[in-house]
């Protein structure tokens, strides 16, 4: 019998790929339902032959958060949960580790596309860029647009030193910026380059930018509240690109109004798609929404990358990039390098 596989959301720029599995798998979808439609599924045998999955990053809308109910309810054929997104906070690690279910993520496939946004958005709130764009589009020339500041030696802190946060650094350092960051664990000099490691505390107070590039879980969520934020510099501008609840948004909103913040650049939000109120009514904030990897090039890299993870663990009984949690698990499958 031939392994079954399922898709749940959508594939768009690597369908043929995915439909090309269809010569050794057979292939089914949930691309269009509820909650309560696919959990029916579940008990009702629809997916009980099914070995893996492909996870859309969309897929949320459709069955909600991959969560302990939900990761309970998968029939025990199912052993590997191929995501799409280097975040996975949509899915409950601890319950996939619990039913020795393996989750993979896709973390390098959008460090390039990340870290230009990170960049843009950096530059775009020293230089209060929404200002001058709303004003032109008004018809108001400059408007009432303050002067901005230039990146050249300031200092950039970066919270999460991994690819991402790698990626920014090399393109901070065309600019002219000093690079300080602050990880869990030190990077091998290899990595590390000029960069230099500071403490959390130090972090704070040094940075004239401060950019999140970490993953959220519950130790990092509002990793940066009222308390960290009042002791940054003042007019200190945060970018985050990561994920929104790494911030109290509240009170980043409460120290843009009072300048302690100088401007922001965010493309993620605490409870997207909604924004805070204060962020969307301050000039000083350069927001866009949650479009990091939303490149045609981005999207078909990690699209592909998931459909090899996919079809190596089935293959293979490996995966190229499980997520950290599951790293040396007695039950969790070997890593398999992809040679250049």
Known sequence: MRPTVLCIGTISD???EWRALGAKYELLEFSAGTRAQFLANCREGVYDAVVGCYRSNGSTRLTGPFDAELVDALPPAWRY????????????VEACSRRKIALSNTPGAVDDATADVGMFLLLG?????HFSITALRAGQWLGQTPRGHDPKGKTLGILGMGGIGRAMAHRARAFGMRIIYHNRRRLDASLEGDAAYVSFDELLAASDVLSLNLALNPSTRHIIGAAELARTKSGVVIVNTARGALIDEEALAAALESGHVAAVGLDVYEDEPRVHPGLLANQRAFLLPHVGTYTAETSRAMESLVLRNLETAVDEGKMLTIVPEQKGLDWTPATK???A
Do not use: F, K, P, Q
């Not at 949960?81 to 409950?92: C, K, M």
């Not at 709130?125 to 860029?129: E, G, I, K, N």
């Open 14 to 16: 690597a369908a043929a």
């Open 81 to 92: 949960v191929a995501h799409n997104g280097a975040g996975y906070d949509t899915v409950d």
């Open 125 to 129: 709130a020293l230089r209060m860029a």
């Open 337 to 339: 390098v992809e040679s």
